[in-house]
């Protein structure tokens, strides 16, 4: 299963909301998780089962999406938000992952 | 809390072997799936196995026949035997944890090691 994500990159303000956008080849049903990875640091899981936030995760994150279209969603975007996201499909082996999406602060 | 600790990382010329190893802490490791995902250097994130509680296995095409992902629950231990590395084999590999206790089954990954870099070259 391929997984398209976009953008590859945004540029956002203290403030904003993002919207980043996964897209499956094919129906995946809610097996999405989200992933946000910090320069140097390993990942930490944001997103399970395309709307559930993990353990610890902050309110101003949220997905959405069933079958094909997912989308990961910072509400009043932090500076510490700043970091790559990543998409994963686990409906079928091999597990996929998004390309990822460079969120950078303006 | 969980605590994944991956070693065994290094420096390895073409064609020899390698195993990682990752520690695993706070959870019941038995029962639980686990992962091994690589991040080559700037890329992106690539699954590379998985090995369930049942100890069955999945691998990715680009790793297939080469390496070997085991477990042993008594030391709470996860392995990749790596044979036959090739230069596109230098990453970062992280160890994960599935929630999945179902063989042949994922719910992708929860927690995460800090990842141990190997070099082919």
């Known amino acids: 299963t391929t997984l398209t994500q976009s953008p590859p990159f945004m540029s956002a303000t203290p403030g904003d909301k993002v919207d980043i956008s996964c897209k499956a080849s094919h129906d995946i049903d809610d097996d999405v998780n989200w992933y946000q990875q910090k320069p140097g640091e390993p990942p930490i899981t944001i997103i399970q089962?395309?709307?559930t936030r993990a353990p610890g995760i902050p309110p101003r994150f949220s997905g959405s999406g069933y079958g094909t279209d997912f989308t990961l969603t910072i509400n009043n975007m932090e500076s510490e938000d700043a970091a790559y996201y990543f998409c994963l499909q686990h409906d079928s082996f091999p597990l996929t992952f998004g390309q990822g999406t460079k969120l950078e602060i303006k | 809390q969980v605590q994944l600790m991956e070693s065994g990382g290094g420096l390895v010329q073409p064609g020899r072997s390698l195993r990682l190893s990752c520690a695993a802490s706070?959870?019941?490791?038995?029962?639980?799936?686990m992962h091994w995902v690589r991040q080559a250097p700037g890329k992106g994130l690539e699954w590379v196995a998985m090995?369930?509680?049942?100890?069955?296995?999945l691998y990715a095409d680009s790793v297939r026949g080469r390496f070997t992902i085991a477990r042993d629950n008594s030391q709470h231990t996860l392995y990749l035997q790596m044979n036959s590395l090739r230069p596109e084999d230098t990453a970062v590999y992280y160890c994960a944890r599935d929630l999945s206790r179902t063989s042949g089954v994922s719910y992708g990954m929860d927690a995460w090691g800090q990842g141990t870099t190997v070099t082919v070259s």
């Open positions: 706070g959870f019941l490791f038995n029962r639980y799936g």
């Open positions: 090995i369930s509680n049942d100890a069955s296995d």
């Open positions: 089962e395309s709307t």
